[in-house]
């Protein structure tokens, strides 16, 4: 199936460092969503973002939706060891209907050594 | 608030038998989504009810699989005979669909089922 180009792969970081990842798309959503994974869990939703340009930001955790509609990035500041995980982004092209399918990130594994 | 309930949690199998997963979204949400994931393919959404209707099983990956949706509280996933290539770990979402604004999937710790 379809997924979204997200980098980096993986991520191996000190305590307290920030963090930087994005999601690129060849066609346009009108969502993008950031779900974080632990080991022996489901996805967790971190941030939703649903316009254009939209910058919000949920605790340590920043996200932008891209101008353009086809990416999104999302920062960690001062990162801490439960940052541990697989970050994934996902796109959404509509509201409801046959639309409101999620198209995932590649994900990007996290590791922050104390 | 229960999230979606997922079980079993573990699955282990002989290769030729019959398994099904079982899921009960969050109680008012009105879409469900059933996806597989694995190292090499990733997040894969196999199917999806709206009201309890199946809307896109183009994910399904072949007639071994099938998904039902008898009532909006609860959703089977069966794989009738299992394969060993069928093992990963299921996941069920469910998200409230609005006419207005997106309908965010929330998961369940998922199934790691194990074909031998």
């Known amino acids: 199936g379809q997924q979204l180009n997200q980098s980096p792969q993986s991520m191996f970081i000190q305590e307290g460092e920030d963090v930087s990842m994005n999601c690129t798309s060849s066609?346009?959503?009108?969502?993008w969503l950031w779900y974080k994974q632990e080991p022996g869990e489901g996805p967790v939703l971190l941030i939703a973002?649903?316009?254009?340009?939209e910058l919000t930001s949920n605790g340590r955790l920043t996200a932008q939706f891209g101008i353009t509609r086809k990416d999104s990035f999302l920062n960690i500041s001062a990162s801490i060891p439960s940052d541990v995980g697989i970050y994934f982004c996902a796109g959404q092209r509509g509201y409801g209907g046959a639309t409101n399918k999620l198209i995932f990130g590649t994900g990007t594994l996290l590791a922050v050594q104390p | 608030d229960a999230g979606v309930i997922q079980s079993p949690r573990h699955e282990v199998t002989e290769m030729g038998q019959e398994v099904t997963l079982r899921c009960k979204p969050i109680?008012?949400?009105?879409?469900l989504f059933w996806y597989r994931q694995t190292m090499m393919r990733g997040l894969e959404l196999l199917i999806y009810f709206n009201n309890n209707v199946p809307i896109d099983d183009s994910g399904m990956p072949e007639d071994r699989f099938s998904a039902k949706m008898p009532n909006a509280s609860f959703s089977t996933l069966k794989i009738q005979p299992s394969e060993p290539r069928d093992s990963a770990v299921y996941f069920c979402?469910?998200?409230?669909?609005?006419?207005?604004?997106?309908?965010?999937?929330?998961f369940g710790p998922g199934t790691r089922l194990t074909v031998l």
């Open positions: 109680s008012g949400h009105n879409s």
């Open positions: 973002l649903y316009k254009a340009g």
């Open positions: 979402a469910s998200s409230l669909r609005a006419s207005l604004g997106t309908d965010t999937q929330y």
């Open positions: 066609s346009i959503f009108n969502t």
